[in-house]
């Protein structure tokens, strides 16, 4: 009898997981809390890369169908400094595949296809035992041979494995959005390019990114106590965007307007877990992406949790044997990717939003081609 698999959580490490055991045959049941695809903003734009994001879609034989709907023109990236000076301005190659981006929305329907979601379910915690009884708000349990926890940074599977909890990095961002850029904000357009745009001060930065259709994200990031807006309506646009404008006084008005004309604005504090997150194996009950290791947003989460559940997958379905031997052997390959990636990205996060501009300027000079 085949083993009952259940993976919590519809984002793109969990859905990844999901369609390679559906590709090889293994059923498998996806545990997501939204009501639907489409409950909320799928966020903005992923960059996914050769071996990373781009080998877990060829696992699941999605590779084709990615090429013909990413961006390689978005691969585009373009430093400015506080002046509105132009300090490089990369362009790619029109053969360039290494990291072309993807709107999540996009991704996650290519992700999706024939799977059958159960929506609406929220999960509040997971108890190891004779098989792994998943707890659901609604009162329910159902148990399982194997459960991993897709669920992001405040996974409620984490828990049934290790008591790490992710901590604030020191580093905020605040997101808004421009819509329509091309023919709206046709100076800011200019100013982006076809792909982001970073701009980097004393221990603050604006990073603009365009989506498909003409959309822009753009985040403010800066070092700050966590409540640093304390006594801030957050959904007050006006009062927000002054004191965000006021954050960057004396940079140039058009790298400000990146800011200013936004509508809305989201907090969004930067977590991590340790680097070297790991913990004693637990039978029927496994990690992935955000929830085995969260690290700063450079990148590379996206990317490490679909090569997780593609590889968990095939681990899953290609060995005979026992389940729990398979999962262990997988958590250590696991463990030790991703712990050299979150030394990566927890120094790339102090360089780009530290006291040294040149350090970030040198950093990209570092990954990018010449």
């Not at 379910?121 to 349990?141: E, L």
């Not at 701009?199 to 409540?227: E, M, W």
Request: net charge negative; hydrophobic share 45%.
């Amino acid at each position: 009898m085949r083993q009952r698999i259940a993976v919590v959580g519809a984002g793109p490490g969990g859905l990844t997981f999901a369609r390679v055991l559906h590709r090889l045959g293994h059923p498998v049941v996806v545990l997501e809390r939204d009501r639907g695809p489409d409950a909320r903003p799928p966020g903005g734009t992923l960059d996914l890369h050769e071996g990373l994001g781009q080998l877990a879609l060829d696992k699941a034989g999605l590779l084709a169908r990615f090429r013909a709907v990413s961006r390689p023109e978005g691969q585009a990236l373009r430093i400015l400094d506080p002046a509105g000076t132009v300090l490089r301005d990369w362009r790619p190659h029109p053969d360039e595949r290494a990291n072309p981006e993807i709107d999540r929305g996009q991704l996650r329907d290519l992700l999706l296809g024939p799977l059958d979601v159960r929506w609406g379910q929220q999960v509040t915690g997971v108890t190891p035992g004779d098989g792994a009884a998943v707890r659901f708000a609604d009162g329910r349990q159902e148990t399982f041979d194997l459960v991993v926890g897709a669920d992001g940074a405040w996974s409620r599977v984490r828990p049934a494995v290790s008591p790490a909890t992710p901590r604030y990095t020191g580093v905020t961002a605040v997101e808004t959005s421009l819509d329509d850029v091309d023919a709206h904000h046709r100076d800011l357009a200019g100013l982006i390019g076809d792909g982001a745009a970073g701009v980097y001060g004393v221990n603050r930065a604006i990073v603009a990114q365009r989506t498909s259709g003409g959309h822009v994200k753009v985040y403010a990031q800066f070092r700050a106590p966590l409540d640093w807006h304390a006594g801030l309506d957050l959904t007050d646009v006006e009062a927000t965007r002054r004191v965000l404008l006021a954050l960057f006084d004396g940079w140039a008005q058009p790298v400000r307007d990146l800011l200013g004309r936004g509508a809305a604005f989201v907090h969004r504090p930067l977590h991590v877990l340790p680097v070297s997150h790991t913990w004693a194996h637990v039978q029927g009950v496994t990690l992935l992406g955000d929830a085995a290791h969260l690290m700063p947003p450079l990148g590379a989460g996206a990317n490490l949790a679909m090569l997780d559940g593609a590889e968990l997958a095939e681990s899953v379905a290609a060995d005979g044997g026992d389940l729990d031997t398979v999962v262990r052997a997988w958590e250590e390959r696991m463990w030790a990717r991703a712990a050299r990636w979150a030394a990566i990205t927890a120094a790339g996060l102090d360089r780009l939003v530290g006291p040294d501009p040149a350090a970030a300027l040198a950093l990209f000079d570092e990954v990018q081609p010449s």
